[in-house]
């Protein structure tokens, strides 16, 4: 779809809070808000993720390197995220450029005790 006037693209990632992309292309710049009680104990991790990460990963693998990283390498998770994304895009698009790769891991509440 071409842009044909001086507004924002599709730009879902950048799109809270940006009220001029409200105006002229029709962005939402409320948030969608939703509340999940968590249980005591177990694993709870929070993941948030541009579309330069879900376009090229699977939900169940995005999950699995934060589970396998744990609580105190959540970093080191966000950034492997972060890498594979550039690796994948630049695979299947010859080496162009990229963009909205960007990658939130966080543990929320108890620390998962068995880190390694």
């Given amino acids: 779809m071409a842009n044909h006037g001086s507004g924002p693209g599709l730009n879902m990632s950048r799109a809270l809070g940006?009220?001029?992309?409200?105006?002229t292309a029709g962005l939402s710049a409320e948030?969608?808000?939703r509340e999940h009680k968590l249980e005591p104990g177990g694993n709870h991790v929070l993941i948030m993720c541009s579309d330069?990460?879900?376009d090229y990963m699977e939900p169940e693998y995005v999950a699995r390197v934060a589970l396998e990283n744990g609580s105190k390498k959540?970093?080191?998770a966000a950034h492997h995220l972060a890498s594979e994304?550039?690796?994948r895009w630049m695979n299947?698009?010859?080496g162009e450029i990229v963009d909205d790769i960007t990658a939130l891991v966080s543990w929320v509440g108890a620390v998962q005790p068995a880190d390694t």
Avoid: L
Wanted: aromatic content about 10%; cysteine-free.
């Fill in 31 to 33: 948030p969608e808000v």
């Fill in 92 to 94: 299947e698009h010859g």
């Fill in 18 to 23: 940006d009220v001029h992309g409200h105006a």
């Fill in 74 to 76: 959540a970093m080191d």
């Fill in 52 to 54: 330069g990460i879900w």
């Fill in 85 to 87: 994304a550039w690796n």
